[in-house]
């Protein structure tokens, strides 16, 4: 009897002792399962993927769920089948739109907004701005006074100080008006905020100027521009912004002549943002 009861001891000893190994094989097997589904995935067929996600998709939308009292997705597919057809007044059947009744092709082929449509028209009126403007440029030989560039913030046009002002100063030159009365034709039935942008380099403004730094010299000239469009050429003032920067927003390096006469400039800049009365003349 006692010989027995140590076998048994001895039988349940060890299994206890290997009772560990059952759980690490779980776990191997679980990770072999892992890894495979991980390399099925990595090699997965794009079309079948989107097979599988979109039935599942109109699985999730069709069936009703079981929180809300309905049967489940499993028993979506009976639900529908089992579903009354809906009448008209007269009692006659009408017709249930399904998923291949053309409404997503309506979807996908839906009217522009008219948001989408006022910026389509002013992308193409910036388009035909910078073919003007570049071509004008070329044939009086400007392209070292006068450059321009789609910028994702609108249409820069930059003009060397040198163009517009004698030194120090912030009255315009003759010679510059022909290139703003070009600029004053195209921007007058633009529909965009125009901005009009004064900067310097980082010298000091002489003790004889007529301004106290740079913020006023850079602000002034800025202002000259904009006084030239709005009393000169008679363009809607509602249009316009202007600003003077001095030199905090140099585009060259500053200790070099080359990159100090970079900086001097005035910027016009076509904003690429809508105006409520263009969005507004379409409704």
């Known amino acids: ?25 779980d776990l191997i097997t679980l990770l072999l399962i892992f890894f495979v589904i991980l390399y099925a995935m990595s090699s997965l067929d794009t079309d079948k993927y989107n097979i599988v996600t979109g039935s599942l998709s109109e699985t999730f939308k069709s069936g009703s769920t079981v929180l809300e009292g309905g049967d489940g997705i499993l028993d979506a597919g ?23 009744d053309g409404s997503a092709e309506q979807t996908e082929n839906k009217t522009p907004s008219v ?36 910028k994702p913030q609108g249409i820069e046009i930059t003009l060397s100080d040198r163009f517009l002002f004698d ?13 703003l009365q070009q600029l ?6 633009i529909g965009a905020k125009i901005s009009i942008e004064g900067h310097t380099d980082n010298t000091p403004v002489s003790s004889a100027s007529h301004y106290n730094d740079n913020w006023e010299l850079s602000g002034a000239r800025a ?31 500053n200790t070099t002549a080359a990159g100090q006469q970079k900086n001097r400039r005035v910027e016009i800049i076509v904003l690429r943002q809508l105006q409520e009365g263009d969005i507004q003349s379409r409704d």
């Open 1 to 25: 009897m006692r010989q027995r009861d140590r076998r048994k001891r001895r039988v349940e000893t060890r299994e206890s002792r290997d009772r560990w190994m059952i759980t690490y094989a």
């Open 78 to 100: 009976k639900s529908t089948e089992n579903k009354p057809e809906s009448t008209d007044g007269d009692g006659n059947a009408a017709a249930t739109a399904g998923p291949n």
């Open 115 to 150: 948001r989408e449509l006022a910026f389509r028209e002013q992308e193409t009126k910036f388009a035909e701005l910078m073919g003007v403007i570049t071509n004008y440029v070329e044939e009086n030989n400007l392209e070292e006074q006068i450059f321009v560039a789609d």
């Open 167 to 179: 030194i120090g100063k912030a009255d315009l030159k003759s010679p510059a008006l022909p290139a």
């Open 184 to 189: 004053s034709g195209l921007f007058s039935d």
């Open 223 to 253: 202002l000259s521009v904009l006084r030239f469009f709005l009393d000169r050429e008679g363009l809607n003032p509602d249009n316009f912004q202007y600003a003077g920067y001095a030199d905090t927003q140099p585009t060259a390096d």
